[in-house]
């Protein structure tokens, strides 16, 4: 996540009532498309701060600005994209959303062009300004597309698509990227002539910007499709008379809602630093070893993958347990997990902390939603839309969070732990906040 996220609690006993009107099946199958598309790029991209920290022989910090400048897209548009949504469609709010994201994938031709790391940070933020548009508008229009009381199971079925493009996008990145990079090191590279790196990060930033490309070109196919088919519009209008002001102040006096918001950019920005740096953490590992960066980094994208295998069989997994045990007490439990995994990562080191590190994503699994649900529990109508927005908007933990940590993989460290071990210390404070919040919701439940 992240956004890539997003689902609802178990299906509803609704086997009586049909799951989609038969003519609405092309149009769901459209907007579906979207959930996996985002997943893409979500996960595509965090394997990208270590391939330009080395392309560009920058410092781990300022190759985090890749997450910045992704994770940023999400809270500049969150908002704008639910006001958008209540004056005009879902399906405009689809096609913004899809323009945004080919016009920032396309963009990835002319940055490479250029051979400079800030346009490419440009055309990430554009983006994801698309990704916001449509996770924010895609969700509700899932929803919308047949009866109310089959509208989680359609939501949910939707939602097993992004996975799909998760685990496509990490494999993207892992072998037509990352394997296919020049094998000089960070270290190497600024020991070569002028001449010879500049051939050097030009292959290598042609690599990266193909795929993105391609995906820019698929986008705009999406794009058409949509655009010239009939879509449903039933429920796309707002059609309200309350005020943004009056919503965010309801908004602002909920303190569930307020924590929630809170809990849900910690745990963004866990997410984001667990996935983003398992690259660093595992090459230092392999490095350790014996085997040279390149191929170090290839194999722990590949662990990474094992992560999300993991994180996506849990999400199952958690989802049936909900079904027996208060959604707070599960956030609480999961944010303990974590807690302890981390502190493994830490404290153990080696491939015993990287086992640790991946099995953190089983932990993380169910926490967006979970957090989803509870904040908005009791919230309503428009609230509920702005509040949602909110939420989305709480992706932006995955700007701030991973520069913190990136500092700290830069700085220095005791003698007795690395500083990439030591900048875990980061997502082990944001599962304690999750796991208090959790802790609070329940007993505040059980009152």
Request: charged share 10%.
């Amino acid at each position: 996540m992240t956004a890539n996220d997003m689902t609802t609690g178990a299906a509803q006993n609704t086997s009586d009532t049909e799951l989609l009107p038969q003519h609405l099946l092309l149009p769901f199958i459209l907007i579906t498309c979207c959930f996996a598309l985002w997943g893409f790029a979500n996960d595509i991209t965090n394997p990208m701060v270590a391939a330009f920290e080395k392309i560009f022989l920058t410092g781990t910090r300022e190759a985090t600005l890749v997450q910045v400048a992704f994770y940023g897209g999400y809270g500049a548009m969150a908002i704008p994209a639910a006001l958008f949504i209540r004056r005009y469609t879902y399906k405009a709010g689809i096609l913004v959303g899809l323009g945004l994201y080919a016009l920032g994938g396309l963009m990835f031709v002319p940055a490479s062009s250029l051979g400079e790391f800030y346009p490419f940070l440009i055309a990430y933020f554009v983006l994801t300004c698309g990704l916001s548009f449509l996770e924010t508008t895609a969700n509700p229009y899932i929803l919308s597309m047949g009866p109310r009381a089959t509208a989680t199971r359609r939501l949910n079925l939707a939602q097993a698509f992004n996975p799909i493009g998760s685990l496509l996008g990490m494999y993207t990145a892992s072998q037509l990227i990352l394997a296919r990079l020049d094998g000089h090191s960070k270290a190497e590279r600024e020991l070569l002539p002028a001449e010879q790196l500049n051939a050097i990060t030009a292959a290598d930033l042609d690599i990266i910007s193909t795929p993105y490309m391609w995906i820019g070109l698929v986008i705009s196919a999406l794009f058409i499709l949509i655009a010239l088919r009939k879509m449903p519009s039933e429920n796309d209008h707002g059609g309200t008379s309350t005020s943004l002001s009056t919503i965010l102040s309801h908004l602002s006096h909920n303190k569930l809602y307020r924590e929630g918001v809170a809990a849900q950019t910690f745990y963004v920005g866990a997410q984001i630093m667990c996935w983003t740096f398992i690259i660093h953490y595992g090459t230092a590992v392999f490095m350790e070893q014996g085997m040279a960066e390149n191929e170090a980094q290839v194999l722990s994208q590949q662990y990474n993958i094992v992560a999300m295998v993991m994180f996506c069989v849990s999400r199952f997994v958690c989802t049936f347990i909900l079904r027996f045990i208060n959604p707070g007490a599960l956030l609480m439990y999961l944010a303990l997990g974590g807690i302890a995994l981390i502190a493994g990562t830490i404290f153990l080191g080696g491939m015993t902390g990287l086992y640790c590190l991946v099995a953190t994503s089983a932990c993380m699994s169910l926490m967006f939603p979970t957090i989803y649900g509870i904040a908005l529990d009791g919230i309503h109508g428009d609230d509920a839309k702005i509040g949602a927005a909110g939420l989305i908007m709480a992706i932006v933990g995955g700007t701030f969070l991973p520069m913190l940590q990136a500092t700290i993989i830069d700085g220095s460290s005791p003698s007795w732990i690395s500083s990439v071990q030591l900048s875990f210390t980061l997502p082990l404070l944001c599962f304690v906040f999750i796991a208090g919040y959790g802790y609070r919701t329940f007993k505040a439940q059980q009152d």
